[in-house]
């Protein structure tokens, strides 16, 4: 039914343009009809073009108004603001670049749009033009080059030291474990072959057999302390995951079979981003939004949705499988001591498996 | 080369006696195949869109039940509401089908096969029988895709990359069960095609050009599908082998891509392969396959804006010195795409590199179409409108790559709504119009008829409209965070205010969906009732236009015409028309411009 429905709908749109299109034909008149434009379709389809122009710059505009609100507040990590400012000054060139380009290219649609009798400029080449324009990428792009790799370098060197916090992020279909080396600073050797030891109580396969591996500690749910340098080892027991934490500038893929790296240096508490002005702003809008939905789903006697709370997350980032939508993990950034309370209530893995 | 043509020329010198079947199915004709080639492509097209549309549907208005979803998914929608399975599998043979069928076979097949003939000046492609081949290849390979829609656990559903081990495990998935199969062997042969399909348009570039048509005198186009080709040959023989090696893995038990993996209560024996081994192997393809898509379109739009400009080409050498930087560029950054895939952090220095240096030649490319429009006479013909929309589109897609190719500013915003945004726009957006450029511009070459215009405005106008709409604010969705390939974001509450975002968009799709109708109806409508095309009807230079409007094989009766001049002869100082065709001799005292 539903299908003859469909057809029906696209066979009347069909015969509508086919009617109009005859009508527009008819209504030309005698005027000879050769399916090529003519100046009056130059003229406005010309000033169209220059109407375009103001429909991109009127969709950037309307797009950051709208919609700047629902960008990531500022980083929550050391390396952030070097990512944050890298970003800015690349949108920067973008925008300079597509406003004058767009420009140049709408406008000259328009003002040289044909007219029976014009005759164009025969004009071929220009070396000096094009070496202007070859030479002013390079210089900008250099820069731009030099400075990344500059920052990239930074991120990416990662040095095992004392000072820092070992976390080991395991992904598997489709939830997030972590990992802490516990008092020796050291992770126990791991392996997806001693999963279903200890009737599934060993959550991310530790071998029971190295003895760094006894004070590790499994969670469910992150604890950073604020402050120091975290270096994360990824892991991943099935498929390809991304672990992806938008709020600190840091993604790494999880790969079976390897580890892989990320280190960064959280700055800013949950507590103290809780009460940043941006996030209150955008708590509120959400919480509004939440609120309106609640009612609807009141009215249909649904459950109310909660109120929202701002909290860093982890998300899987590379697409694994049916509930990749919903693989996240909450980071919870706190001071030192209360990073150390938290954890002295954690189970070792010596004290789950015996 | 002369001795090749005279043999051809002897060959083809008179009319085959032809039958339904070798006129219409099994045809070694280029321009029928071209045909073929452009029906299947948009039929292919149709399919792509149409689940565009759908999960377009379900990001707008997540979980709620569509009557359509019913009618079109059936049982993976129960009671209307799309299965995140489904999802998936919508957005991966949305991808797949896009990339391959549509911009790469239904794109670069349709117009090589159509122009290279025409426009080097040979009566067909270097074998026929080749050819011919090569597209029931395609088209085999297209039913297989089209088949294994209909698989009982669905379609293939790890992304359009098939990243393993998810594409390697049956358990990770319904989707990498038959359906992976049929789409590995679906792009196996579909590899088969394009390779031969490639093949051919090299050796008919370098062995059968006209009398007189030095590569210096070639068109853009043809330098474009030309390079195109040879990308093709370097870069889809190492997809085939990641095929390959996948189907081993999958059904055959080896360990290329696989290791330490427990599934579903279960440790498999796989021991030492890598996933990261597989992503080298697909993006020297992948990376590669942007500029299969998108050269083709560049070129038919060189075309296209001299000629409707009626000015010639600015700087025909830096043209094609851009398209063989690209092309030799686009061959070693592929890395670009595993910025953060776990393989050594100074590799990502050197792709960054390679990467950013790909934006000179693609600048160059945009100051020379701009200065092309500079003090011309435009003639805003459909054709006229999408390549300037490309040029629009390419320029604010392009752009963002300075981002998503700086391997610093890539880790946030990697595999994020920033990414669909930038690659629909610079080469889903851009090639399309290529694509539709080039049948407004060719359709009178290819079927003797000419396409409404005022339709083609409609079109242009419309989707140029809802292209934008739809993926200028997805960039801030990106930006904000959002994971792509998520069937809903409602899991985080965070990114509830990005709900009426994906309403705009939807709705920008959904109209943009339409106006294609537009376009499908003239296109058919045309074919049969369009009014019949003259022989050059946009006053054009190339040697397409010197073939008489109804085909036969061998494309020109009597002798082929040589060529004299280069391509771009418009309005000339000294001619009284402001075209000269390349078949003009020069006239006495008059200068070939040195290019």
């Known amino acids: ?31 000879v009809y050769t399916q090529v434009a003519d100046d009056d379709d130059n003229n406005w389809n010309g000033k169209l073009m220059f109407g375009f122009l103001f429909f991109i710059y009127g969709i950037t505009i309307f797009s950051f108004v709208m919609y700047g609100d629902v960008l990531l507040p500022k980083a929550a990590s050391e390396h952030g603001s070097e990512y944050d400012n890298l970003m800015w000054i690349s949108f920067a060139i973008i925008f300079f670049v597509q406003t004058i380009t767009q ?81 020796d600073g050291v992770l126990g050797d791991a392996n997806v072959r001693f999963l279903q030891d200890f009737e599934g109580r060993n959550l991310v396969g530790i071998d029971a057999t190295d003895p760094n591996g006894f004070d590790d500690v499994v969670v469910q749910e992150l604890h950073l302390p604020v402050g120091r340098e975290i270096i994360f080892k990824m892991r991943s027991q099935d498929v390809l995951h991304s672990a992806y934490m938008p709020f600190f500038r840091a993604q790494m893929n999880c790969v079976p079979g390897m580890i892989t790296e990320f ?85 070792t893995f010596a004290e789950v498996i015996q | 080369m002369s001795t090749a043509a005279a043999h051809i020329e002897e060959d083809h010198g008179h009319h ?57 998914l059936g049982k993976w929608a129960p009671d209307g509401v799309m ?128 009398k007189g048509m030095s590569m210096t005198r070639l068109p853009l186009t043809i330098w474009a599908f030309f390079v195109t080709a040879i990308i093709g040959v370097v870069s889809f023989p190492v997809l085939l082998s990641a095929a390959l090696l996948l189907i081993m893995d999958r059904s055959f038990g080896t360990s290329f891509f696989l290791s330490d993996i427990f599934i579903q209560g279960e440790v498999l024996h796989y021991q030492g392969g890598s996933p990261v081994l597989y992503e080298h192997l697909f993006w020297f393809l992948g990376h590669p396959e942007v500029y299969i898509v998108l050269l083709p379109a560049l070129g038919i739009t060189s075309e296209i804006i001299a000629t409707n400009a009626r000015k010639p080409i600015f700087g025909y050498r830096a043209m094609v010195a851009s398209i063989l930087a690209i092309a030799f560029l686009s061959t070693i950054v592929w890395g670009h795409h595993m910025f953060i895939s776990g393989m050594n952090p100074f590799l990502g220095s050197v792709f960054t590199f390679t990467t950013l240096l790909i934006a000179i030649p693609s600048a160059v490319k945009a100051f020379n179409y701009i200065t092309t429009l500079w003090k011309g006479n435009l003639q805003l013909n459909p054709a006229m409108l999408f390549s300037i929309g490309l040029v629009s589109t390419f320029i604010t897609g392009g752009l963002t790559g300075i981002i998503l190719g700086d391997s610093t500013l890539d880790i946030n915003v990697h595999d994020t709504y920033f990414v669909v945004a930038h690659f629909h726009l610079v080469m889903g957006i851009s090639a399309l119009y290529g694509l539709f450029a080039g049948v407004y511009h060719w359709f009178p070459k290819m079927f003797g008829r000419m396409m409404n215009k005022n339709l083609g405005y409609v079109h242009f106008w419309v989707t140029a ?131």
């Open chain 1, 1 to 31: 039914m539903n299908v003859l429905l469909i057809f029906s709908v696209l066979i009347l749109i069909a015969i509508a343009i086919w009617q109009v299109t005859k009508i527009f034909e008819l209504s030309q008149g005698k005027k």
């Open chain 2, 465 to 595: 409209v809802c292209a934008y709409g739809v993926f200028f604010p997805m960039h801030f969705i990106g930006m904000a965070g959002l994971p792509r390939r998520y069937y809903t974001n409602t899991a985080f509450p965070y990114f509830d205010d990005l709900a009426n975002i994906n309403v705009l968009i939807t709705v920008f799709a959904l109209v943009a969906g339409a106006a294609q109708l537009v376009f499908l109806y003239n296109f058919i409508h045309s074919m049969f009732y369009g009014k019949e095309a003259v022989q050059n009807p946009w006053r054009s230079n190339t040697l397409e236009w010197t073939a008489p409007v109804e085909h036969f094989h061998g494309n020109w009766e009597g002798e082929i015409p040589h060529v004299h001049r280069w391509a771009y002869d418009y309005s000339k100082p000294g001619h009284d028309e402001d075209f000269v065709p390349q078949h003009i001799p020069l006239k006495k005292g008059e200068e070939e411009l040195q290019h």
């Open chain 1, 263 to 347: 280190a960064f240096t959280p700055n800013i508490t949950t507590e103290e981003m809780r009460q940043d002005s941006d996030i209150v702003a955008k708590v509120k809008k959400i919480n509004k939004i939440r609120a309106d939905k609640s009612k609807e789903l009141i009215a249909e006697g649904d459950v109310a949705l909660d109120p929202y709370e701002f909290d860093f997350l982890l998300l899987c980032n590379k697409i694994c499988g049916a509930s990749h939508y919903n693989m996240q993990m909450k980071i919870i950034v706190e001071t030192p001591e209360e990073y150390a309370k938290w954890m002295a209530e954690q189970q």
């Open chain 2, 16 to 72: 085959h006696k032809e039958t339904f079947v070798t006129k219409y199915v099994f045809s070694q004709d280029h321009k029928m195949i071209s045909k073929q080639y452009l029906i299947t492509g948009l039929f292919m097209g149709i399919i792509g869109i149409a689940m565009s549309l759908l999960f377009r549907l379900q990001l707008a208005w997540p979980e709620q039940p569509f009557g359509v979803f019913e009618v079109l």
């Open chain 2, 83 to 210: 299965d995140p399975n489904v999802y998936l599998a919508l957005v991966t043979i949305h991808g797949t089908i896009m990339v391959f069928f549509v911009l790469t076979a239904g794109l670069s097949g349709t117009f090589s096969n159509l122009l290279i003939p025409l426009q080097i000046g040979a009566r067909d492609m270097a074998s026929g029988l080749l050819n011919m081949i090569s597209f029931w290849l395609f088209f085999l390979s297209s039913v297989i895709m089209v088949i294994s829609l209909f698989v009982e656990a669905g379609p293939a559903a790890a992304g359009w990359t098939i990243y393993p081990p998810l594409s390697a495990l049956p358990q990770a998935q319904p989707g990498s069960g038959t359906g992976m199969t049929l789409w590995l062997v679906s792009m196996a042969i579909f590899i088969a095609s394009s390779l031969l399909g490639s093949l051919n348009y090299i050796v008919t570039v370098i062995n059968l050009r006209t």
């Open chain 1, 103 to 183: 420009a140049l290219l709408h406008y000259f649609s328009y003002k040289y749009r044909g007219e029976k009798g014009k005759k164009a400029l025969f004009y071929a080449d220009n070396d000096r033009l094009e070496a202007i324009w070859t030479i002013i990428p390079v210089i900008v792009l250099a820069g731009l080059i030099l400075y990344g790799l500059y920052t990239w370098t930074d991120i990416m060197t990662v040095e095992e030291n004392d000072e820092a916090l070992v976390v080991e992020l395991y992904a598997q279909q489709f939830n997030w474990k972590a990992r802490y080396a516990g008092e």
